[in-house]
């Protein structure tokens, strides 16, 4: 099971969104974080817990292993409003909802 | 670049069988990748439904494993959903995927995704 926090992140452009994601067990480094807006598809960010996907930009980024695990965004931008899930190959997390405004 | 494509009817009555197909291109499906289902109920988060490999492996979600079943056209580059007895409960967003079965077994890409109502 993954368990993810907060539930929802209101910020402001340009500040830091930390967004956390703990697994029930140890996982060693295997987890991916994806970003999700309405309507739209789920989108690889990270994967392995830090690597980044093709494409994604420097300013997300993924760290931790065992069972706790964290995506942080810098210098957030209004497009970054989306819904984050944190995925261990059937398992995903419920999802954290980043809001910018 | 690899492109994925939900098909299917957008609506099932409950008690019959929702069927789905995915289409593959830029990609051979007997390449070594799972592919996989993943459903999103409205207003809910993401849930693995299955994954099926050109070798003829499936794995499934126990909460679907006795009404799922997955399998491939490699002529057509194709793979398929199959979900019996049908309830509202199964009303949701169906997104197809490849698995690269590493590490985390991540899922990349996605297709856009095709809704499924339940409902008489």
């Known amino acids: 099971v993954l368990t993810q926090s907060p539930g929802t992140l209101t910020l402001s452009p340009g500040e830091r969104a930390t967004l956390s994601c703990r697994a029930s067990?140890?996982?060693?480094?295997?987890l991916a974080w994806y970003q999700q807006k309405p309507g739209q598809a789920p989108r690889l960010l990270i994967y392995d817990a830090s690597s980044r996907a093709a494409g994604i930009p420097d300013r997300f980024s993924g760290s931790g292993s065992g069972t706790d695990f964290t995506l942080t965004i810098s210098r957030l931008e209004p497009e970054d409003s989306a819904v984050y899930y944190c995925?261990?190959?059937?398992?995903f997390g419920q999802g954290t909802k980043l809001e910018i405004k | 670049q690899v492109q994925l494509q939900e098909s299917g009817p957008g609506l099932v009555k409950p008690s019959e069988t929702l069927s789905l197909t995915c289409t593959v291109s830029?990609?051979?499906?007997?390449?070594?990748?799972?592919w996989v289902w993943v459903r999103q109920p409205p207003g809910k988060g993401l849930e693995w439904i299955g994954s099926v490999h050109h070798n003829g492996k499936t794995y499934y979600d126990r909460s679907v494993k006795s009404r799922v079943a997955m399998s491939l056209d490699t002529s057509k580059n194709q793979f398929f959903l199959r979900l019996t007895s049908a309830t509202a409960a199964d009303t949701a967003m169906y997104f197809c995927?490849?698995?690269?079965?590493?590490?985390?077994?991540?899922?990349?890409?996605w297709g856009q995704g095709t809704l499924v109502t339940v409902s008489s």
């Open positions: 995927a490849r698995l690269t079965e590493r590490g985390s077994n991540w899922f990349d890409p």
């Open positions: 830029g990609q051979s499906i007997s390449s070594d990748y799972y």
């Open positions: 995925q261990q190959y059937g398992y």
């Open positions: 067990q140890a996982i060693s480094d295997y």
